[in-house]
């Protein structure tokens, strides 16, 4: 037969496929031609539970259960029993009209507790035998901001007393924010007792009230209305039946709320229950306001039963060793150890010389046209190139006049902690450390003092249209007005030396070498310590060189004992990413004195602050922009010197105002980390006038006033406005006019800048001790003076 005729394979034709992404089962199933899918081993979870049998869904739900019960098992087991610990209830009024000692009274009342010898201020302690359990009321008295935030440190509930008929002032808004930064445990808002709202307006107030208290806390679901016996029952029963919501900054950290002082040549006892992590006599503590101490001794102080006698020796449950913290948190400087080894000029001239010839004879003298070289005094172990930014001056000490025009009141806010910083500058800090109290001014100081205030607020706005820019003095010349500058090629890059030309309180701290580790491995020496006293244990705490004024504290603020971990006293360089309050409105500078609230502590210092980069990196040089103000809506990172922090640590910083008991709060964020390290740059623009511009080249007037600082800043790079770079060429005439080569065509209307910059430094941080204020010590409202 014969043979069928085809075409070549080259020649056929190859349509395109249809191109849907809804293709119908035929031609997946042409296209698979019967292989199976495999299964990809990155499934997830919600993947791989649909993929469970029901037997297994029904263990993981199972598990899931007794982890979520154990973990509240756990939680409340130090309240269980009859000698639990007590659930330390804060009691904070926001209005003037309630009554801290009024609402403790309406919750014991419904477990039928009324107790007309009760405390009015302080600690008041009941039984609610009903729900089988112990309550320890704080009852903070209003207006007390210090008070309201220590009393909700130690506390696991926080009662928010409201008013149905005066809205909260503007002191209650600030110190509901502070304490919202501060880090709030379980929150319960309740009407005072003693008002007895219109039952038509009852539901209007308890839920404006609930969308006041929502704001801060979005978790609340009601008002607990006090003057109610129902609401009172569900009230106590929340209190004593719930699981407290822990505080982050607590968490790893023992605390005791002091339920009895005593001291006796100095030794201060302190009574109360164990709280949090299990306490270690080998650590220290912290006393708010005192600062910190070593332990003595540990012992029991068990509450007696019915029927049995108080034991006449308590046990001693921990006493420190040789693994005991110091008290040392800083160094001691060694001015001798920077002297250099090298003779002087003079020391060499009293030297006799090398054949027994005169003194002097062993320097030889310099040989024709060139010049001696000059001995200069390097520290030891200082490099080259650290020596090069070594100023002979010794008016250098003074910090300069500030940049862009700002007063002489605000000088002493540049000074970088030398040895030489003048008498005003330490008089100035001494006060401000002092407790604000108020003082009738005269007409001329008060005119004085508004019109600085006016010019920090002009200050501000032009630094704000104009940053980092000013104008070349012209009765100094620049190179000796800005020696402590520096010129970069690159901001970001350009290597700086950490270690140079520091300050002598730079001498004083610690640095980690590497702080993560360090912290890792101190807080799980602190879960591991078998020695330490268990959380729930009712405890006397005998402090060593306690002074006296801690006994005599106020009976109103509560007095909390919070443990340390190892290496927390010690002093170092602190950052904190910090956000300014937006209903805060003044002026915030560098160097303003504030108050940094930071755990248990609270410190007076002086930031200063600095960009924070994005993702929290430190680029390849660790340099970081100094910023001279705080402004609005952007996050900075505040710089100060202070004790070591671990953990994951909230901040909040306090202006002080004519009343020490209700300060500003200025800016509130969390702990960063400790880097002594970590440069903050302070930048200075310099600008000139392009006077004549032919393409690339252009004369530049202003920005100089003599020929030789432009020869002295001829090596910094140029920069205009429009993004171009260059370099100066050469110097025209005598009053400072030069030529300058860009990288591009000038325009005439372009500005020409050159920046500067140096390094500046916090000042010294110091404990915050609280003024005497005024105590209602009997509660007949007449206050004395302590």
Not at 126 to 153: C, H, M, N, S, W
């Amino acid at each position: 037969m014969p043979e069928a005729f085809h075409h070549r394979s080259t020649l056929k034709q190859t349509n395109k496929p249809f191109k849907s992404r809804h293709a119908t089962k035929s031609s997946l199933k042409d296209l698979a031609k019967g292989r199976v899918p495999r299964q990809s081993p990155k499934v997830s979870h919600a993947a791989a539970a649909v993929a469970q049998s029901k037997q297994s869904r029904r263990n993981t739900a199972k598990q899931a259960q007794a982890v979520k019960r154990h973990a509240l098992v756990t939680a409340t087991r130090v309240f269980g029993g009859a000698d639990g610990a007590p659930r330390v209830v804060a009691i904070v009024p926001l209005t003037e009209d309630v009554d801290a000692h009024a609402v403790a009274r309406a919750v014991a009342e419904a477990v039928g507790v009324d107790d007309e010898a009760a405390p009015k201020r302080g600690l008041w302690r009941i039984r609610a035998e009903r729900f089988k359990t112990a309550l320890q009321f704080i009852q903070v008295p209003y207006g007390r901001t210090y008070a309201a935030l220590d009393a909700a440190k130690a506390a696991d509930y926080v009662v928010l007393a409201l008013s149905p008929s005066i809205e909260v002032p503007p002191a209650g808004d600030t110190l509901l924010r502070a304490l919202q930064a501060q880090g709030l445990p379980s929150i319960l808002a309740a009407v005072a007792p003693g008002f007895s709202p219109d039952p038509k307006t009852r539901p209007g107030i308890l839920k404006s009230l609930l969308s006041f208290v929502r704001y801060f806390a979005p978790d609340q679901a009601r008002v607990f209305d006090l003057n109610a016996p129902a609401d009172r029952l569900t009230a106590l029963r929340a209190l004593a039946e719930g699981r407290p919501r822990e505080v982050r900054w607590r968490e790893g950290r023992a605390w005791v709320l002091a339920e009895d002082v005593a001291w006796d040549d100095g030794r201060l006892a302190v009574t109360g229950v164990v709280r949090g992590r299990p306490l270690s006599a080998n650590r220290l503590v912290h006393l708010p306001n005192f600062g910190d101490f070593q332990i003595a001794k540990i012992e029991s102080a068990p509450l007696p039963r019915r029927g049995q006698a108080m034991d006449v020796e308590p046990a001693v449950l921990g006493a420190p060793d040789d693994d005991a913290d110091s008290l040392v948190s800083s160094n001691d400087p060694d001015d001798l150890a920077n002297e250099q080894t090298w003779p002087t000029e003079e020391e060499m001239r009293g030297v006799p010389g090398p054949s027994g010839g005169e003194p002097g004879d062993a320097l030889p003298d310099a040989e024709n046209t060139t010049t001696p070289k000059a001995v200069r005094r390097i520290p030891k172990g200082m490099s080259e190139y650290q020596s090069s930014w070594i100023i002979e001056n010794d008016d250098d000490d003074e910090d300069d006049e500030d940049d862009g025009g700002e007063g002489d009141g605000d000088a002493a806010m540049e000074e970088e902690g030398t040895d030489d910083a003048p008498v005003e500058d330490e008089e100035m800090e001494a006060d401000s450390r002092r407790s604000v109290q108020f003082e009738e001014l005269d007409a001329d100081e008060e005119e004085r003092q508004l019109d600085k205030w006016r010019n920090r607020k002009r200050e501000e706005e032009d630094d704000l249209e104009f940053p980092d820019e000013i104008d070349t003095p012209q009765d100094v010349p620049a190179r000796e007005r800005f020696q402590r500058y520096r010129g970069l090629r690159s901001f970001r890059t350009s290597p700086w030396d950490p270690y140079e030309n520091l300050p002598r309180d730079y001498a004083r701290i610690f640095q980690f070498e590497d702080y993560r580790r360090t912290e890792r491995m101190v807080l799980r020496r602190a879960e591991r310590d078998a020695a330490a006293v268990q959380s729930g244990t009712r405890v006397t705490i005998i402090l060593k060189d306690v002074p006296r004024e801690a006994a005599d504290v106020d009976p109103t603020v509560p007095l909390a004992v919070f443990g340390l971990h190892q290496h927390e006293h010690k002093k170092t360089v602190l950052n904190f990413a910090v956000q300014r309050n937006t209903e805060y409105d003044e002026s915030v500078r560098s160097k303003d004195p504030l108050i940094l609230c930071v755990g248990p502590r609270r410190l007076r210092v002086n930031p200063i602050y600095s960009q924070h980069m994005r993702g929290g990196g430190k680029g390849a040089n660790n340099v970081h922009k100094f910023e001279r103000y705080l402004r609005q809506g952007h996050t900075y990172v505040a710089t100060v010197f202070g004790p070591v922090v671990f953990g994951s640590q909230p901040c909040m910083l306090l202006r002080e105002t004519r009343d020490a008991e209700a300060p500003e709060l200025v800016a509130t964020g969390s702990f960063l980390h400790p880097d002594p390290t970590r440069i903050v740059a302070k930048r200075i623009i310099l600008s000139g006038h392009p006077f004549k511009v032919h393409k690339k080249t252009a004369t530049v007037r202003y920005m100089f006033f003599n020929a030789d600082d432009v020869l002295y800043y001829k090596p910094v790079q140029l920069h205009t406005k429009y993004g171009r770079t260059g370099h100066i060429r050469e110097s025209l005439g005598t009053h400072g006019y030069f030529k300058a080569h860009f990288d591009g065509p000038i325009n005439q209307m372009d500005t020409v800048t050159m920046a500067l910059y140096k390094r500046v430094f916090p000042r010294w941080s110091e404990l915050y001790r609280e003024a005497p204020a005024a105590v209602d010590w009997d509660g007949d409202g007449d206050a004395m003076q302590e």
